[in-house]
């Protein structure tokens, strides 16, 4: 054992230290929690949520450390647009946070406007707080606009102030005007701000951040040194005990997909999913699920593979525009063409979802809602919602205050001319969402909005839209792979707290694998770790922990995955599926295994028969299989 590592396990971390703000005085306190009681962000994150119905941003244990992917930051707190307990992370952005000195910070109280949230601490000084108004409506129309010239703003007006390096998390005009609205921050390189949008998106935290508690941004940074563990030996001795492989091979074998896979060529998210989705293919409101496979494959082949795909490839992959979200790390998975970031779900919901296949057009489209400060995903299922909407004559242009129809049909449809245009009739939608042009107004979620409609018009406009619902007002658009994992009952959805492998499962052996996948999630987050290096931080993340807080520590930190998984579900409030397409979505899941696969399971066969017979009752028992099993696996005892 080295000195160092003693040295850890005998001060260095034996308490989570979080501080609690309240906006509306920027008093403040700090509170200090032995290791052992709480563990990290996450249940952390969740006592200080139902103490102080605060907004809670914090890193884990590791953060500073010598591992790869350690420097996540953690968002906890009640949903704004799932409406129950929610967890979102972002790259990279705790690595400034930890030079603060703390583990975690909780704002409670609203500002009497809004503000900026200043966050400093030089040297061995006392932590500085303060609260400073802003004209945000200004701010947000000038420069860049949104999100980008709030940072710009608060970036040039206090960047002085920091010795090193800071950081901003930024909201935009949609987290005042909608319940899904993210946070974003990018890494500051030499004192500037840099391209690479990393984002806190899933669970609308920046409408909660602004609405709730009245800060717009956050600017953080300071001295502070930690003795984070930087032994790369014992390290390496550590990863050769279980890998045979020193910490960096295995970490670069782990993050082959996110980096460059030579076996399709491609990489990060958007090239790998792309390039081994086949007849998967989701576009045009998931209307492609009642294709023929042949149909599919064509789109895929003419659409994705031979322009979306390939435009890719060749303007990002090829240059190799390959970068990271602040912190040092050899997945680079961040890919770039020039100023624009690709990832998979926000360039498939923006993408083939809403009908548009072409770079430029998706350049476009998610460039302005990242602007305004949307959740992609979640604003991207919205838009394709919409689009279906108006293609079947459900709504008026003139009620969604927009001056065109999409292009919502295969035939005749040019990949270049036509998604450009899809793109456009995007840009015109979100605007119009966040100005509430027509009868459009997602304050309190597009669920509720599209209920409210429904009562009216009938059942068909919530028909046309893929969600999960969650008590009365909760939703979340769902991750973006044709497998009913991502329609599970979960209580934390939108995320990958589920399985969403593509085999098909008894619907009660889902539940099981949802909740076993569930606490493997909380290990990363709760130690605020990527889950891009999942596939060795889970296995080591509770043995490093037992090497430097002790054995003791580490058999509670293991206890605890169950104790907090049980806990959140104990407030899970998901509802049966209410829309339609939800159900056919299942179906043609297990049509397609069965015909296109060929899997005759026997339980695949009788539950396709089922279907078949009694779409309805069929639906409702196998959304109460998937809980059954979710409420089997996660039971206290």
């Known amino acids: 054992m080295t000195s160092e590592v003693k040295e850890l396990k005998d001060s260095v971390g034996s308490h989570i230290k979080a501080l609690v703000v309240d906006a509306s005085s920027a008093m403040y306190k700090t509170i200090r929690y032995p290791v052992g009681e709480y563990f990290g962000p996450v249940d952390l994150g969740l006592f200080h949520s139902t103490k102080y119905d605060?907004?809670?941003?914090?890193?884990?244990?590791?953060?500073?450390?010598?591992?790869?992917?350690?420097?996540?930051?953690?968002?906890?707190?009640?949903?704004?647009?799932?409406?129950?307990?929610?967890?979102?992370?972002?790259?990279?952005?705790?690595?400034?946070?930890?030079?603060?000195?703390?583990?975690?910070?909780?704002?409670?109280?609203?500002?009497?406007?809004?503000?900026?949230?200043?966050?400093?601490?030089?040297?061995?000084?006392?932590?500085?707080?303060?609260?400073?108004?802003?004209?945000?409506?200004?701010?947000?129309?000038?420069?860049?606009?949104?999100?980008?010239?709030?940072?710009?703003?608060?970036?040039?007006?206090?960047?002085?102030?920091?010795?090193?390096?800071?950081?901003?998390?930024?909201?935009?005009?949609?987290?005042?005007?909608?319940?899904?609205?993210?946070?974003?921050?990018?890494?500051?390189?030499?004192?500037?701000?840099?391209f690479v949008d990393t984002w806190a998106g899933r669970g609308g935290f920046g409408s909660k951040m602004v609405q709730q508690h009245g800060i717009v941004a956050v600017i953080y940074g300071?001295?502070?040194?930690?003795?984070?563990?930087?032994?790369?030996?014992?390290?390496?001795?550590?990863?050769?005990?279980?890998?045979?492989?020193?910490?960096?091979?295995?970490?670069?074998?782990?993050?082959?997909?996110?980096?460059?896979?030579?076996?399709?060529?491609?990489?990060?998210?958007?090239?790998?999913?792309y390039a081994t989705m086949g007849g998967k293919v989701m576009a045009f409101n998931y209307d492609t699920m009642h294709w023929s496979e042949d149909q599919r494959l064509e789109l895929n082949k003419s659409f994705i593979e031979n322009h979306y795909l390939k435009q890719f490839n060749e303007e990002t992959i090829k240059t190799k525009q390959n970068s990271t979200c602040g912190e040092p790390c050899v997945a680079v998975c961040k890919k770039m063409n020039n100023e624009f970031k690709k990832d998979y779900e926000p360039y498939q919901t923006m993408g083939p979802l809403i009908g548009v296949f072409d770079q430029r057009a998706a350049e476009m489209i998610n460039h302005h809602a990242d602007m305004l400060g949307f959740d992609a995903i979640s604003i991207g299922g919205a838009?394709?919602?919409l689009m279906e909407l108006l293609h079947k004559g459900l709504v008026t242009k003139?009620?969604?205050?927009?001056?065109?129809?999409?292009?919502?049909?295969?035939?005749?449809?040019?990949?270049?001319t036509d998604s450009m245009h899809n793109a456009r009739l995007g840009i015109e939608l979100l605007d119009s969402i966040v100005k509430k042009r027509g009868i459009l107004d997602f304050s309190f979620g597009a669920r509720r909005w599209g209920r409210k409609l429904a009562r009216v018009r009938g059942r068909a406009i919530l028909d046309s839209f893929l969600y999960i619902s969650f008590g009365?007002?909760?939703?979340?658009?769902?991750?973006?792979?044709?497998?009913?994992?991502?329609?599970?009952?979960?209580?934390?959805?939108?995320?990958?707290?589920?399985?969403?492998?593509?085999?098909?499962?008894?619907?009660?052996?889902?539940?099981?694998?949802?909740?076993?996948?569930?606490?493997?999630?909380?290990?990363?987050?709760?130690?605020?770790?990527?889950r891009f290096h999942r596939n060795w931080a889970e296995e080591m993340m509770p043995e490093i922990i037992g090497e430097l807080y002790g054995k003791d520590i580490k058999e509670k930190f293991n206890k605890s995955l169950h104790q907090i998984a049980y806990n959140i579900n104990s407030r899970n409030s998901s509802s049966l599926w209410e829309s339609w397409k939800n159900v056919e979505l299942i179906e043609s899941f297990m049509k397609r295994k069965h015909e296109v696969e060929g899997n005759n399971n026997p339980d695949l066969l009788g539950w396709i028969d089922y279907f078949k017979r009694d779409r309805r009752t069929a639906s409702i028992d196998y959304w109460y299989e998937i809980h059954k099993g979710i409420g089997e696996a996660l039971n206290e005892f």
């Not at 984070?228 to 001795?237: I, K, L, N, P, Y």
């Open 54 to 194: 605060s907004l809670n941003i914090g890193t884990g244990l590791m953060a500073g450390s010598i591992f790869p992917g350690s420097n996540r930051l953690i968002f906890t707190g009640f949903s704004p647009t799932w409406t129950g307990f929610y967890i979102s992370s972002m790259g990279g952005a705790g690595l400034i946070f930890d030079n603060l000195g703390l583990d975690m910070l909780s704002i409670k109280g609203k500002a009497l406007e809004p503000s900026v949230l200043l966050l400093n601490r030089i040297h061995g000084e006392e932590i500085q707080v303060r609260i400073e108004p802003c004209d945000i409506r200004t701010i947000w129309n000038e420069g860049r606009q949104g999100v980008y010239s709030l940072m710009d703003h608060v970036a040039e007006k206090y960047r002085n102030e920091y010795l090193e390096s800071f950081r901003i998390l930024a909201t935009g005009p949609a987290a005042a005007s909608t319940d899904c609205a993210g946070i974003v921050s990018v890494p500051v390189r030499k004192g500037e701000l840099s």
């Open 222 to 273: 300071g001295t502070f040194l930690d003795k984070d563990f930087r032994d790369r030996s014992v390290a390496d001795q550590w990863f050769e005990d279980k890998y045979q492989k020193k910490l960096v091979a295995k970490d670069l074998e782990s993050t082959t997909k996110y980096r460059f896979d030579p076996k399709v060529d491609t990489g990060g998210t958007f090239g790998v999913n």
């Open 383 to 385: 838009l394709a919602w």
């Open 398 to 416: 003139e009620e969604l205050g927009v001056k065109q129809f999409p292009i919502f049909r295969r035939e005749g449809f040019s990949v270049i």
């Open 472 to 530: 009365r007002r909760g939703y979340m658009v769902p991750n973006q792979y044709w497998t009913p994992g991502v329609l599970s009952p979960m209580p934390i959805m939108g995320k990958y707290y589920m399985y969403y492998g593509n085999d098909f499962v008894h619907p009660r052996e889902l539940g099981h694998l949802n909740a076993e996948r569930f606490q493997k999630e909380l290990i990363l987050d709760n130690t605020g770790v990527c």
